[in-house]
Each structure stands twice: as structure tokens, then as C-alpha cells.
């Protein structure tokens, strides 16, 4: 099964609302990483948290990670039309020289109504 | 910045002709990723290399499908023949993870909607 599971599949929220996408892995991890994906195009990278890394804030996004509890949300407050896409987590067992390699999850759908 | 280019962006093409997809990445990167993306299978890696070898082509689905990277700036992936089940969007990403600290961060182009009839 994926190594990164999405909850919820699709969420639907007014603009100005905060919205909140949980990630869960079964494998211990190097890193988590979460990408952003407009319809009919490529991912683009959103931000990194490290395994020794709890929270993380970027702009309107904040990341946490729990290791014991092997899972991850991300939100993004203060949400604004633009932000419909469909989120994916991505998990990083190790350093790409190491064999380490991005699992993608199967991705949250979000849609933000103005 | 250019970003990974890859053409073409559309392929339509009959059940068993062969079937060539291409990638440009991003200048200095030392990692290239093939990725296919389904909406039954979701986002799945194919094969990588570093500084032009194959890394890990484990995801490649059969043999019909192979990678090639004959230079830093340019790398194909060939699906010879093609079936429909191999329909699907098909991205290339490149990644720096040389030099000091390892970075993760992968880049990704617009992807090639590949379908095969």
C-alpha cells in the first residue's frame, strides 16, 4: 500500500478559511515534503520538514510533523481561490545518494469557493 | 530559468507503435526523475538517475518501457510498443543534491499526456 495516505481525499471551504490536510506514513523517514498541483500541470514544491523538525511555517503554510505518530498536516490559513489544487505528501527515506527516493500519497483535492 | 522542459505535452498514438518522451532538466542538476501519474495508481516513480547513470529502476512496469540519459542536459523515456494501459501523464522532475548540505527539493515540468488508442 502507499507509503503516504491523504486525509480527506477532496475538501471544499469559502474563501478565508483555513484549511487542513493530514498526511500518515508507515516508515520511518528522512524527510516529508509537500507539493501543490493546478489542474493540468506539474508539481511544484511547497515546503520540507526533517524527520528532527516538528513545525515548520512558510508564508500561509504550516507544516507539522509527528514521527511517533508517523503523520504530517498542512495548513494553509486564510485561504483564497487561488489556493485550488490538490495537495500531495511526499515521504524521503534517505538522501537520493543513498537510495533514498519521494513516495508520493495519493494527494487531498482542495477547493476553495470565493 | 527555463524549469525541466519536456515534449511533446500531448501524444496520441495507435496500440503498438513506439513512443518517445523527453526531458530537459534544470541546468547543473545531478538528479533526473520519470515519474507516471493515473488517477487508479496516483503519482509513481519510474526510474532515476544521478549525473547521467541509473539509480534505481525498479518502478519501470515492464520491458517494454526503458530510460536512457545520454547526457546531463537531455533524458528519454521510451515505451516501445505502446498498449493502452500505458495512458497516462508522464513527468519528469531534477533535483540538486550535490555540494554540501543534501538537497531534496525536486523541480517538475508541465508533464506529456500520453494516450494510446
Known amino acids: 500500500s502507499q507509503q503516504g495516505e491523504e486525509d480527506p481525499q477532496a475538501l471544499s471551504i469559502q474563501e478565508g478559511e483555513n484549511a487542513t490536510m493530514n498526511c500518515s506514513y508507515k516508515t520511518s523517514i528522512n524527510n516529508l515534503q509537500w507539493y501543490r498541483q493546478n489542474s493540468g500541470r506539474g508539481l511544484v514544491h511547497l515546503i520540507l520538514i526533517r524527520s528532527n523538525e516538528r513545525e515548520k511555517h512558510s508564508g500561509r503554510l504550516r507544516v507539522t510533523l509527528d514521527t511517533s505518530k508517523k503523520s504530517s498536516s498542512l495548513l494553509i490559513t486564510a485561504s483564497r481561490a487561488a489556493d485550488t489544487a490538490s495537495y500531495f505528501c511526499?515521504?524521503?527515506?534517505?538522501?537520493?545518494?543513498?537510495?533514498?527516493?519521494?513516495?508520493f500519497g495519493q494527494g487531498t483535492e482542495l477547493s476553495v469557493k470565493p | 530559468d527555463a524549469g525541466v522542459i519536456q515534449s511533446p505535452r500531448h501524444e496520441v498514438t495507435e496500440m503498438g507503435q513506439e513512443v518517445t518522451l523527453r526531458c530537459k532538466p534544470i541546468s547543473g542538476h545531478d538528479y533526473l526523475f520519470w515519474y507516471r501519474q493515473t488517477m487508479m495508481r496516483g503519482l509513481e516513480l519510474l526510474i532515476y538517475f544521478n549525473n547521467n547513470v541509473p539509480i534505481d529502476d525498479s518502478g519501470m512496469p515492464e520491458d517494454r518501457f526503458s530510460a536512457k540519459m545520454p547526457n546531463a542536459s537531455f533524458s528519454t523515456l521510451k515505451i516501445q510498443p505502446s498498449e493502452p494501459r500505458d495512458s497516462a501523464v508522464y513527468f519528469c522532475a531534477s533535483s540538486l543534491a550535490k555540494s554540501g548540505r543534501a538537497k531534496y527539493e525536486q523541480f517538475f515540468g508541465p508533464g506529456t499526456r500520453l494516450t494510446v488508442l
Open positions: 511526499a515521504t524521503c527515506l534517505g538522501p537520493y545518494n543513498q537510495g533514498g527516493k519521494l513516495i
